[in-house]
C-alpha cells in the first residue's frame, strides 16, 4: 500500500521559496516515478515535475525550469521540490504523486498525496 503525504505548503512573496516534501509512509514502493502536481483556482491539475523513485534524471514543466528543483531519498521513500523564484502564477495546491512512469496526463498517475497550498502574492 502507498500512502503519500506532503508538507511544507505555505504563503511567500513573490520571488521567494518554498520547499514542499512528500513522504511514502506505506509498506510497498509499487511505483516507478514521484512527482508533483498543481491545481490553480478554476484551472485543471498540471504536471510540475517528476523523478524516477530511484533517482536519476528529472522532468520539469517548462515554466518552472531553473525555479524548481526535484529530488528523490530513495531509503527515506521521500520526493522533495524546491521552488525557488516563485511568482504568483505559481499560486495552487501542489499534489505528489507516485505512479508508473513520467506522465503528463495525472489521470495515468496511480497515487495522491492530500495537496498543499501553496500562495504566492505579489
Known amino acids: 500500500q502507498v500512502q503519500l503525504v506532503e508538507s511544507g505548503g505555505g504563503q511567500v512573496q513573490a520571488g521567494g521559496s518554498l520547499t514542499l516534501s512528500c513522504v511514502d509512509s506505506?509498506?510497498?514502493?509499487?511505483?516507478?516515478?514521484m512527482g508533483w502536481f498543481r491545481q490553480g483556482p478554476g484551472r485543471e491539475r498540471e504536471f510540475v515535475a517528476a523523478?524516477?523513485?530511484?533517482?536519476?534524471?528529472?522532468y520539469y514543466l517548462e515554466s518552472v525550469k531553473g525555479r524548481f528543483s526535484i529530488s528523490v531519498d530513495t531509503d527515506k521513500k521521500t520526493v522533495t521540490l524546491q521552488m525557488d523564484s516563485l511568482k504568483p502564477e505559481d499560486t495552487a495546491v501542489y499534489y505528489c504523486?507516485?505512479?508508473?512512469?513520467?506522465?503528463?496526463?495525472?489521470?495515468?498517475?496511480?497515487?495522491w498525496g492530500q495537496g498543499t497550498q501553496v500562495t504566492v502574492s505579489s
Open positions: 506505506g509498506r510497498s514502493s509499487s511505483y516507478y516515478a
Open positions: 523523478i524516477a523513485r530511484t533517482g536519476g534524471n528529472a
Open positions: 504523486s507516485a505512479g508508473p512512469g513520467f506522465y503528463g496526463d495525472p489521470n495515468d498517475w496511480k497515487y
